[in-house]
């Protein structure tokens, strides 16, 4: 079965971009923008973590997707 959403691999992946797109990227370190990212959220309200499962993000991915924006500018 294709998971596949938007492009993305899944869409807790295509979630994270939409909402924070890449002004959390500050280093090339994934597990340190998964760490930014989960200190984001953690600052929410704690039910809003029960609408996103952060293990099923592919944080490599949106790394990626974040180099190649920066790339074409």
Do not use: P
Request: glycine letters at 4%.
């Amino acid at each position: 079965m294709d998971n596949k959403y938007n492009g993305w691999t899944n869409r807790e992946t295509w979630l994270v971009n939409v909402w924070f797109g890449c002004g959390w990227l500050e280093s090339s370190d994934v597990q340190s923008t998964r760490e930014f990212m989960e200190e984001q959220i953690d600052q929410l309200e704690s039910w809003i973590q029960d609408f996103i499962d952060l293990d099923a993000i592919n944080w490599a991915e949106l790394e990626e997707h974040a180099r190649e924006l920066e790339e074409s500018t």
